[in-house]
C-alpha cells in the first residue's frame, strides 16, 4: 500500500521554555514522512529543498521506506525556514520568521512512478500546491487528507477553500478551526467547515487531545499526559502522519476505523514532543508504539456500575 505525502523539508528555529534550537531539520513532510514510515512503504515524498538541506537525514528518511523521487533539490537556494516561539503552556506559539526560500517557486510534480497511489497526506504548504498535486493524479487516490494552518488563512484563504472541496479529511488545529468558521463553539465550527467540502473533520486541541467530526458524530481521543513536553514542534504533522499510516496499513477509511487512527496518530505524537525536532521519531522502535498505543487504551478504559 502506497502513500503520498507532500509539504515542506525545512530548517526550524525553535524557543520553548526549556531551551532553544537555532538551526533544527524541520518541515511538515519531515515530520510526516518520520511518523508514516512505521505503518507503511514506501512513503512516496514530494517537496522542496536547498543546496543546505543534510545529506543525512535523507538518507535517514530512505532508510525507513521514503522515496524521494518527488523531492527536487535547488542548488542555489536555502530550504525553506520556520521559526516560532511557543507560550509557557506549550499549546501555543508565536510565528517569528517564515523564509519562503526553495518554497518560493516551487512546482510540485507528481513523478510518474508515484501514480496510482491509494493514500495522499497533504502536509502543511501552500494550498495552491496542494492543489496541483490533486490534480495531477490521474486516478482520484481513495482517501485525501490535509493538514493547514493559520498562515495560509491569512494569505491564501480562497485557494484554501478550493483545495477543501477536493479533500475528505481536515485536520487543523482549535484556534484554526474558529478562524476558518467565524464560529467560537467547535461544534458549529465542525459544520461549517464540513459543509465547505471535507467529510471529516479533525480538531486537535494539543495536550488536551483531538476531535473528530463526521456527519452528527463525533469521538474524542486524549493527549497522554505527559511528565514533559520538550517540543510540541511538528506534533501535528507526527499525528497526521501516524493517522494516515494506520489508514493506508489498514486499507480500512470506515469512521470506526479512524477514531483508531486517531489513537495511532496521538501516541506517535506524544513521541515527537520529548525531543527537540524529529530527533525522537528517528529513536522509537514498533514495540515502542505498541507499548504506547497500550497506554492510550488504558487511559481511557474503564468499567462502570450503573445501579
Ligand atoms: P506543526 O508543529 O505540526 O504545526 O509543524 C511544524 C512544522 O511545520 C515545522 O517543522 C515547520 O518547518 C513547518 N511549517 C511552519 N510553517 C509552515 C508553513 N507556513 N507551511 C509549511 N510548513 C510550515
Redesign the pocket.
Known amino acids: 500500500m502506497s502513500l503520498i505525502t507532500v509539504?515542506?523539508m525545512?530548517f526550524?528555529a525553535i524557543e520553548t521554555p526549556f531551551g532553544k534550537v537555532d538551526k533544527i531539520v524541520?518541515?511538515?513532510a519531515?515530520?510526516v514522512a518520520y511518523a508514516a514510515s512505521n505503518f507503511v512503504k514506501p512513503v512516496q515524498q514530494i517537496s522542496i529543498i536547498g543546496y543546505d538541506f543534510p545529506e543525512e537525514e535523507i538518507a535517514e528518511l530512505k532508510k525507513r521506506g521514503v522515496v524521494i523521487d518527488g523531492v527536487e533539490v535547488v542548488p542555489d537556494k536555502k530550504s525553506?525556514f520556520?521559526s516560532?516561539r511557543y507560550h509557557i503552556d506549550m499549546n501555543s506559539r508565536d510565528?517569528l520568521i517564515?523564509d519562503l526560500n526553495v518554497l518560493e517557486d516551487f512546482n510540485p510534480i507528481v513523478p510518474d512512478s508515484y501514480q496510482g497511489s491509494e493514500f495522499l497526506m497533504l502536509?502543511?504548504?501552500?494550498p495552491k500546491l496542494q492543489l496541483s498535486v490533486i490534480n495531477q493524479l490521474k486516478v482520484r487516490p481513495k482517501l485525501i487528507v490535509m493538514d493547514t494552518?493559520n498562515?495560509?488563512m491569512d494569505i491564501a484563504l480562497d485557494d484554501l477553500k478550493e483545495v477543501l472541496k477536493k479533500v475528505d479529511v481536515l485536520l487543523v488545529n482549535d484556534g484554526e478551526a474558529r478562524q476558518l468558521s467565524g464560529e467560537v463553539s467547535l461544534v458549529k465550527a465542525a459544520r461549517k467547515i464540513i459543509a465547505m467540502g471535507p467529510k471529516f473533520l479533525i480538531i486537535k486541541k494539543g495536550e488536551h487531545g483531538a476531535l473528530l467530526f463526521h456527519e452528527n458524530h463525533v469521538f474524542f481521543a486524549p493527549a497522554l499526559p505527559l511528565e514533559e513536553v520538550f517540543d510540541?514542534?511538528?506534533?501535528?504533522?507526527?499525528f497526521a502522519g501516524g493517522f494516515i499510516g494506520h489508514l493506508a496499513k489498514t486499507k480500512d477509511i470506515s469512521f470506526e476505523n479512524m477514531k483508531t487512527a486517531i489513537i495511532v496518530g496521538s501516541a506517535m505524537a506524544s513521541f515527537c514532543v520529548e525531543k527537540f525536532g524529529p530527533e525522537r521519531m528517528k529513536e522509537i522502535t514498533k514495540e515502542d508504539i505498541n507499548e504506547r498505543i497500550a497506554e492510550f487504551v488504558r487511559l481511557v478504559n474503564f468499567d462502570i456500575d450503573l445501579v
Do not use: E, Q, R, V
Not at 502536509?123 to 501552500?126: D, E, F, K, S, V
Not at 510540541?232 to 507526527?238: L, N, Q, R, S
Open positions: 509539504g515542506t525545512a526550524d524541520g518541515g511538515s519531515t515530520y525553506f520556520w516560532g510565528t517564515t502536509g502543511n504548504l501552500m494552518m498562515f495560509w510540541p514542534t511538528g506534533a501535528g504533522d507526527t
